[in-house]
């Protein structure tokens, strides 16, 4: 068993990721309102956490890396430490890059997800900044394997994936997107190249929604001209007889 888990994304209307390179809102049209969106909608899901790749969490994350001399050799375990009722900030980083300072983000408790070949130097920060951690394997990728531990362990439900498009196409890969959660802001990037939904860096060929299908369960138009769609994701009907 694992998480049910939402990709819940906003993108410009050519599935591009950045809002700082949007075109303007058009006249007589709120660009707060169109920016508040995206937590609003977030929040009719009662998820329990969000899980980002190691680019977006360090923009989010204040610590600075530390010199932990000494760090005593420690068996790649699980750590749990008590979230005492908060909702997860879970951060796929599998090399330990990430240097937190503290046991939150915005108030919501940090897990990072490692590979079993980080530092103990690393895991003794970690520890001494309060965070949970969980190990994907013996080199971060076991994505499955992660999720699992996380409805297990901590007994989580419901997650979103609010990642960029490298850790979307990871997860679509691996199967563990159950839907699709999609506001499209009535704007434009333009810029060949600009990150999207999902952008998978995998082998030659190979395509992370194979076997996959999409059904529209939801749509609403919103405040200033954003719609929003919601995709269930399901098997993919298997060749006609």
Same mark, same amino acid.
């Given at each position: 068993?694992?998480?049910?888990?939402?990709?819940?994304?906003?993108?410009?209307?050519?599935g591009r990721?950045?809002?700082?390179?949007?075109?303007?809102?058009?006249?007589?049209?709120?660009?707060?309102?169109?920016?508040?969106?995206?937590? $609003?909608?977030?929040?009719?899901?009662?998820?329990?956490?969000?899980?980002?790749?190691?680019?977006?969490?360090?923009?989010?994350?204040?610590?600075?890396?530390?010199?932990?001399?000494?760090?005593?050799?420690?068996?790649?375990?699980?750590?749990?430490?008590?979230?005492?009722?908060?909702?997860?900030?879970?951060?796929?980083?599998?090399?330990?890059?990430i240097h937190?300072?503290?046991?939150?983000?915005?108030?919501?408790?940090?897990?990072?997800?490692?590979? $079993?070949?980080?530092?103990?130097?690393?895991?003794? $920060?970690?520890?001494?900044?309060?965070?949970?951690?969980?190990?994907?394997?013996?080199?971060?990728?076991?994505?499955?394997?992660?999720?699992?531990?996380?409805?297990?362990?901590?007994?989580?439900?419901?997650?979103?994936? $609010?990642?960029?498009?490298?850790?979307?196409?990871?997860?679509?890969?691996?199967?563990?997107?159950?839907?699709?959660?999609?506001?499209?802001?009535?704007?434009?990037?333009?810029?060949?190249?600009?990150?999207?939904?999902?952008?998978?860096?995998g082998v030659?060929?190979?395509?992370?929604?194979?076997?996959?299908?999409?059904?529209?369960?939801?749509?609403?138009?919103?405040?200033?001209?954003?719609?929003?769609?919601?995709?269930?994701?399901?098997?993919?009907?298997?060749?006609?007889?």
């Amino acid at each position: 068993m694992r998480p049910y888990i939402i990709c819940h994304m906003i993108t410009s209307i050519d599935g591009r990721l950045h809002p700082s390179r949007f075109t303007e809102a058009a006249a007589g049209v709120s660009a707060d309102a169109l920016s508040s969106h995206y937590e $609003e909608v977030a929040g009719r899901f009662e998820a329990e956490g969000w899980i980002v790749g190691r680019k977006t969490m360090s923009e989010l994350a204040t610590g600075a890396k530390r010199v932990i001399t000494n760090a005593p050799s420690v068996a790649r375990e699980p750590h749990v430490v008590d979230r005492n009722g908060r909702n997860l900030a879970i951060a796929i980083d599998p090399s330990g890059r990430i240097h937190y300072g503290q046991d939150h983000i915005g108030g919501d408790h940090i897990i990072a997800v490692l590979s $079993e070949q980080v530092s103990d130097a690393y895991l003794a $920060e970690l520890r001494e900044d309060g965070v949970s951690y969980i190990f994907a394997g013996p080199t971060g990728d076991d994505l499955p394997g992660a999720m699992a531990q996380l409805a297990s362990i901590f007994g989580i439900r419901r997650l979103l994936l $609010e990642g960029g498009g490298t850790i979307n196409g990871a997860f679509l890969r691996h199967r563990l997107i159950d839907e699709f959660s999609t506001l499209i802001q009535p704007a434009v990037d333009g810029v060949a190249g600009s990150p999207s939904i999902v952008d998978y860096n995998g082998v030659d060929g190979a395509h992370p929604g194979a076997g996959q299908a999409l059904r529209l369960i939801g749509f609403e138009a919103l405040k200033g001209g954003t719609v929003w769609l919601r995709h269930a994701v399901e098997e993919a009907p298997g060749p006609r007889p």
